[in-house]
């Protein structure tokens, strides 16, 4: 069994809400609400859910790019929810984020070599010349040339500007990279070529990933284990076979029945969600998934489900799965 390298526990992200003249605060929302995990070490764990289902906040909130509410984090068994800010700044080169838009999370003002550059500059790693060297190394291992350095973001498509931001998480060596839904705002062709870049330099350095995405079928493609979200918590978590051939929860097995087979004779029933998401901040009692739940009783209104593991490490957080 590999160790593991992350591990979230009871993890809260509220953002205030403030109203009337004095602007106090009338409410919060619950962008994350009690998530529990852990990544192994080796490990590509894919978070799934709709927009707005609070992932990306998760994915940030780990960083503490974000700040969480409540909640621990730990990472190679330290704690990074109690760390001070220059603490913190050397815990980032073991953990980076690859950004959902490439080109805004882009310098459009600096060329490839002085963005790649950067991050060594923080941390004050190696001469001008072997940070120069680091750099074009990195661009060949992304799969773009070391002549590309000289030129700036706007030159570039959606798909090299994503390698780029792969590079730029890589620079440090780190460990963990959190990818926040690295290829939704790429071309489908150009998809299925930075996922294969993503596992080629997972196997190949070593990396750890935490995935976050909406697409289904791009998430099993990548990922050992499957988290999904709801409404800022976590509703059914296992391994990535598991819950394409075993949904317990209903609102997975709704996710999946959504995915477009490529088998034109396959027929899949479709399950459609009745009502609109509630809003975050005003979950309902018990379930939050109950008011769009084909199966929902008196229990799930008051009783909130525990997330527990039912055999195999697959975890639920639902009353009525066995039926």
């Known amino acids: 069994m590999a160790a593991e390298l992350l591990t979230v526990k009871n993890l809260k992200k509220y953002y205030p809400i403030t109203g009337g003249i004095l602007g106090r605060e009338t409410g919060v929302v619950k962008a994350v609400d009690d998530v529990s995990f852990s990544v192994q070490k080796g490990e590509t764990l894919g978070l799934v859910g709709e927009s707005g289902c609070g992932k990306s906040t998760t994915g940030r909130s780990i960083l503490r790019l974000i700040e969480p509410t409540a909640g621990e984090v730990w990472f190679e068994g330290k704690a990074i929810t109690a760390l001070g800010k220059e603490e913190m700044r050397k815990m980032r080169r073991d953990m980076q984020i690859v950004f959902q838009d490439p080109f805004a999370s882009l310098n459009p003002r600096h060329n490839i070599e002085k963005i790649l550059e950067e991050p060594l500059i923080v941390h004050g790693i190696g001469t001008p010349a072997e940070r120069k060297k680091r750099v074009h190394e990195i661009l060949e291992v992304v799969g773009l040339s070391s002549y590309h350095a000289k030129r700036y973001p706007h030159q570039f498509s ?50 750890t990933y935490l995935f976050i995405a909406h697409d289904l079928s791009v998430v099993r493609h990548i990922s050992d284990r499957v988290g999904v979200m709801y409404l800022g918590r976590l509703v059914e978590l296992t391994t990535s076979k598991q819950l394409y051939d075993n949904p317990l929860h209903p609102y997975t097995k709704a996710l999946l029945s959504a995915v477009p087979t490529p088998d034109p004779d396959v027929k899949r029933e479709r399950i459609i969600l009745q009502g609109d998401v509630p809003s975050p901040a005003n979950p309902p009692s018990g379930c939050t998934f109950r008011t769009r739940c084909p199966h929902a009783t008196d229990v799930c209104t008051n009783v909130r489900p525990e997330f527990r593991d039912i055999g195999d490490g697959h975890f639920v957080a639902c009353h009525l799965y066995h039926e």
């Open 158 to 207: 959606g798909g090299q500007r994503q390698r780029i931001g792969i590079a730029r998480a890589l620079m440090l060596n780190p460990k963990l990279i959190v990818a926040d839904e690295p290829v939704s705002a790429l071309d489908v062709s150009i998809q299925s070529q930075v996922l294969n870049l993503m596992q080629d330099l997972q196997r190949e350095l070593g990396l």
